[in-house]
C-alpha cells in the first residue's frame, strides 16, 4: 500500500516555472512513477515517468525539452520541474506509482494522488 500527497500547484503565466512534488509513504519506495495530467472532459494523458531506480526518465512529446521528472529516494519524494509553460499545460497533475508494469498507460498504474491544479493563463 502507498499513499501519494501532490503539490506544488497553482497559477502562472505562460513561459513560466513551477515545480510539483509528490510525497509517498507507506511502504518502501521502490515503484516506477509518474506524473498524469488530465482537462475536464478529456482522458488521463501520460506526462513523466522515471523508473524504480531513477536511472531512467520518459517523456510525453508535448512536454519534452521542457519538463524534467526526479526522484529523491531519501525524501520519498517525486518532482517535476515544468519550464517554458503554456496554456495547454494548464490541467489537474497526478502522481503515480506502480511496483511491476512496463507500460505509461493510466490502467497501468496502481497508485495516485488526489491531484494537484496547475493553471498557464496567457
Known amino acids: 500500500q502507498v499513499q501519494l500527497v501532490e503539490s506544488g500547484g497553482g497559477s502562472v503565466q505562460a513561459g513560466g516555472s513551477l515545480r510539483l512534488s509528490c510525497v509517498a509513504s507507506?511502504?518502501?519506495?521502490?515503484?516506477?512513477m509518474g506524473w498524469f495530467r488530465q482537462t475536464p472532459g478529456k482522458a488521463r494523458e501520460f506526462v513523466a515517468g522515471?523508473?524504480?531506480?531513477?536511472?531512467?526518465?520518459y517523456y510525453a512529446d508535448s512536454v519534452k525539452g521542457r519538463f524534467t521528472i526526479s526522484r529523491d529516494g531519501t525524501k520519498n519524494t517525486v518532482y517535476l520541474q515544468m519550464n517554458s509553460l503554456k496554456p495547454d499545460d494548464t490541467a489537474v497533475y497526478y502522481c503515480?506509482?506502480?511496483?511491476?508494469?512496463?507500460?505509461?498507460?493510466?490502467?497501468?498504474?496502481?497508485?495516485w494522488g488526489k491531484g494537484t491544479l496547475v493553471t498557464v493563463s496567457s
Open positions: 522515471i523508473s524504480r531506480s531513477g536511472g531512467s526518465t
Open positions: 507507506g511502504r518502501t519506495f521502490t515503484y516506477r
Open positions: 503515480a506509482a506502480d511496483a511491476y508494469g512496463s507500460t505509461w498507460l493510466p490502467g497501468g498504474m496502481d497508485y
